[in-house]
């Protein structure tokens, strides 16, 4: 499935290459020497016959869409099982709550999001993974009560993650929470992300609502639209016509999410290599969010995506990511994970 549909996607931006260029090229030399450039018979039909380029163009859209409708169809029943794609209930009756906050440098508002947490009803551990700070996060963190792992050098975010999610397996949540501390994610939304998970293994957060954001936060024009973009790929991935996939997603670098403990317990082994701690992805591909999703969506964890707020960032990204080029290199570095694996 994996290279068919890497094949489909690209072969589309190619073909879109094609088109434009062919149009633009003709309409350069209707501007400089008038219609009769491109008349070279008397009816369209016959300009089509004519040109070589035009008819090797239609002959390539043609083979496209006909392959794109096969694609389409034979992935009718894709995900579609009612065991494991469709309703069903499984109440959590007595929630608790294991949040994970990876760290690096933020003694700036580690002590307020730590705060915001523990102030949240059936939170009852909060785990700091911090990846060798040189300031006072460490420090902070522990005064505040949080369970704190230090890491003797910075192995980056994905690490992180890894780490902190084998620990929660070692207390008795039964919820993980995966956030930030950068302070754009507020604790009060785990009020409304929880009572999905009764439905649902994953709650995955979108910050694409405008009215939920707060103004000068670091998702850019550029960000919005890119993280819409390849949410759709992944969406597109997933494909089956009976409801456009078996997810719904718009965003695809939010970490705040939560996840039930057994729906956990399933994937946990294959984000890190064996007997590791080390991801399966680079540390500073900034993959480890998409990785989540679409290792959910393989082993047929319901997600469910819903609206979060977004507040500005406190500190610098510690992954350049604000930065133009940085951010280009991540879409595509993105892009090419999605198509591909």
Same mark, same amino acid.
């Given at each position: 499935? @994996?290279?068919?549909?890497?094949?489909?996607?690209?072969? $589309?931006?190619? #073909?879109?290459?094609?088109?434009?260029?062919?149009? %633009?090229?003709?309409?350069?030399?209707?501007?400089?020497?008038?219609?009769?450039?491109?008349?070279?018979?008397?009816?369209?039909?016959?300009?089509?016959? $004519?040109?070589?380029? #035009?008819?090797?163009?239609?002959?390539?859209?043609?083979?496209?869409?006909?392959?794109?409708?096969?694609?389409?169809?034979?992935?009718?029943?894709?995900?579609?099982?009612?065991?494991?794609?469709?309703?069903? /209930?499984? &109440?959590?009756?007595?929630?608790?709550?294991?949040?994970?906050?990876?760290?690096?440098?933020?003694?700036? %508002?580690?002590?307020?999001?730590?705060?915001?947490?523990?102030?949240?009803?059936?939170?009852?551990? %909060?785990?700091?993974?911090?990846?060798?700070?040189?300031?006072?996060?460490?420090?902070?963190?522990?005064?505040? @009560?949080?369970?704190?792992?230090?890491?003797?050098?910075?192995?980056?975010?994905?690490?992180?993650?890894?780490?902190?999610?084998?620990?929660?397996?070692?207390?008795?949540?039964?919820?993980?929470?995966?956030?930030?501390?950068? @302070?754009?994610?507020?604790?009060?939304?785990?009020?409304?992300?929880? !009572?999905?998970?009764?439905?649902?293994?994953?709650?995955?957060?979108?910050?694409?609502?405008?009215?939920?954001?707060?103004? *000068?936060?670091?998702? /850019?024009?550029?960000?919005?639209?890119?993280?819409? $973009?390849?949410?759709?790929?992944?969406?597109?991935?997933?494909?089956?016509?009976?409801?456009?996939?078996?997810?719904?997603? &718009?965003?695809?670098?939010?970490?705040?999410?939560?996840?039930?403990?057994?729906?956990?317990?399933?994937?946990?082994?294959?984000?890190?290599? !064996?007997?590791?701690?080390? !991801?399966?992805?680079?540390?500073?591909? *900034?993959?480890?969010?998409?990785?989540?999703?679409?290792?959910?969506?393989?082993?047929?964890?319901?997600?469910?995506?819903? !609206?979060?707020?977004?507040?500005?960032?406190? *500190?610098?990204?510690?992954?350049?990511?604000?930065?133009?080029?940085?951010?280009?290199?991540?879409?595509?570095?993105?892009?090419?994970?999605?198509?591909?694996?």
């Amino acid at each position: 499935m @994996g290279l068919i549909y890497a094949l489909i996607v690209l072969s $589309f931006f190619a #073909l879109i290459i094609i088109n434009a260029s062919w149009a %633009i090229t003709n309409l350069y030399f209707f501007i400089v020497e008038g219609v009769q450039t491109l008349m070279v018979g008397s009816t369209f039909a016959e300009n089509v016959y $004519f040109s070589t380029y #035009l008819k090797w163009i239609l002959l390539l859209d043609s083979i496209w869409i006909s392959s794109t409708l096969i694609f389409i169809f034979r992935r009718k029943f894709y995900k579609t099982d009612p065991k494991l794609h469709y309703l069903s /209930s499984n &109440t959590i009756s007595e929630p608790k709550i294991f949040v994970i906050i990876p760290t690096f440098n933020e003694e700036q %508002i580690v002590e307020k999001v730590i705060n915001d947490y523990k102030n949240q009803k059936f939170v009852t551990n %909060i785990l700091i993974v911090d990846n060798h700070s040189s300031d006072k996060t460490v420090e902070i963190a522990k005064s505040c @009560g949080a369970q704190v792992i230090e890491k003797k050098e910075n192995k980056g975010f994905a690490h992180s993650c890894v780490v902190g999610m084998k620990e929660s397996l070692n207390s008795n949540a039964n919820i993980i929470v995966f956030s930030e501390c950068d @302070g754009t994610f507020s604790g009060d939304d785990l009020e409304k992300m929880i !009572p999905y998970l009764n439905n649902c293994h994953m709650v995955i957060g979108t910050r694409q609502i405008q009215v939920l954001s707060e103004k *000068g936060n670091q998702n /850019s024009t550029f960000y919005v639209w890119g993280n819409y $973009f390849l949410a759709k790929l992944i969406q597109l991935k997933f494909f089956s016509i009976q409801h456009l996939g078996v997810v719904e997603l &718009t965003d695809v670098g939010c970490m705040y999410r939560c996840i039930r403990r057994e729906s956990l317990e399933k994937i946990v082994n294959q984000f890190s290599k !064996p007997n590791t701690n080390e !991801p399966i992805i680079s540390s500073e591909s *900034g993959l480890f969010a998409i990785l989540m999703t679409m290792i959910g969506i393989r082993n047929n964890l319901k997600i469910v995506e819903i !609206p979060i707020t977004f507040k500005k960032r406190i *500190g610098i990204s510690k992954t350049q990511s604000d930065k133009k080029i940085r951010a280009i290199r991540y879409g595509l570095t993105f892009f090419w994970y999605i198509i591909w694996s």
